[in-house]
């Protein structure tokens, strides 16, 4: 290289590549977003308590009768 560039051709595809590259950062961005909801998501249900049905009002008064 002699330090001289190359003359560039015209705009347009340039123009497309950079927004395609811009594209692709924002559904790389979303995907990384969603794999780690997923994974958050995953960890919380596995670590939840059992769930018990909660009583009503008739069982807690006929469980103190």
């Not at 015209?10 to 497309?16: M, N």
């Not at 995907?31 to 008739?58: C, G």
């Amino acid at each position: 290289m002699t330090g001289v560039e190359d003359m560039s051709g015209p705009a347009g595809p340039k123009l497309i590549r950079l927004i395609s590259f811009v594209g692709a950062g924002f559904v790389c961005a979303f995907a990384i977003n969603k794999w780690r909801d997923y994974e958050r998501r995953s960890f919380q249900r596995k670590n939840q308590l059992p769930q018990t049905p909660a009583m009503t009002t008739n069982e807690i008064h006929g469980a103190v009768e």
